[in-house]
């Protein structure tokens, strides 16, 4: 069985700052992608950044950037320049076998 | 541009009416699936088809069924609404071989009276 954990139900920060999301999983598969999925206030849910598990390379996209720790099974998203667009519910995800499972999610509040 | 379009936002619905959620996308995706989203669970997998009709039970698919007679729309059927299926409903479908990256529809917020 697939768990995604996400330990922090809220979190705020001030605009301009970096911030950190946690997440942790379990899974007894060697293969598979890790994902972070944004959903802001009435929108639809848009891809952040992902994973793939066979790399050791830390995925970064833009502002984005993920710290995986496949031994310990933990997946976080790091937030550099906090805008305010980034207010949104953010998602861990891992996906294997045709299906994805989500964790319950992190609302994120970045204050101006 | 990539699109998934779910028919209705906001439904309200009462108790034992047959309801019906749409989604389309255009990006001639084989695999599309339908979350429930739930304050403090996150998204739950009710079904995903991986081809014109063909489906597979996701976590928690009682209540719910599925069409897929096309290969660009898959519904979701409560066959009998109850009002714990209020709920938001999430479609998505499957894009890219290898990265399994979904996209994601807007959202069909269900109230069951």
């Known amino acids: 069985a697939q768990t995604v954990t996400q330990s922090q139900p809220e979190m705020s920060v001030q605009e301009a700052e970096t911030v950190t999301l946690s997440c942790t999983y379990d899974?007894?598969?060697?293969?598979?992608?890790l994902f972070w999925y944004k959903q802001p206030p009435s929108r639809q849910m848009i891809l952040v950044i992902r994973?793939?598990?066979?790399?050791?390379q830390n995925a970064t996209e833009n502002r984005f950037s993920v710290n995986f720790q496949k031994a310990a099974k933990s997946f976080s998203l790091k937030i550099s320049d906090s805008q305010l667009g980034d207010t949104a519910m953010y998602f861990c995800?891992?996906?294997?076998?045709?299906?994805?499972?989500f964790g319950s999610g992190t609302k994120l509040n970045v204050k101006p | 541009d990539v699109k998934v379009t779910q028919s209705s936002r906001y439904l309200v619905k009462r108790t034992g009416e047959k309801v019906f959620l749409e989604c389309v996308q255009d990006?001639?995706?084989?695999?599309m699936f339908w979350y429930r989203q739930d304050p403090g669970l996150g998204l739950r997998l009710i079904y995903f088809?991986?081809?014109?009709?063909?489906?597979e039970k996701g976590d928690i698919p009682e209540g719910y069924s599925v069409s897929r007679e096309k290969k660009e729309r898959f519904s979701l059927i409560l066959e009998s609404a109850s009002t714990n299926q209020t709920s938001m409903y999430l479609c998505?479908?499957?894009?890219?071989?290898?990265?399994?990256?979904?996209?994601f529809g807007e959202g069909s917020r269900l109230t069951v009276l």
């Open positions: 998505a479908s499957r894009g890219g071989v290898f990265t399994g990256e979904l996209f």
């Open positions: 899974t007894s598969e060697n293969n598979y992608y």
């Open positions: 994973q793939e598990a066979y790399k050791q």
């Open positions: 995800a891992i996906y294997n076998f045709n299906k994805f499972y």
């Open positions: 990006m001639d995706h084989e695999n």
């Open positions: 088809s991986y081809d014109v009709k063909m489906k």
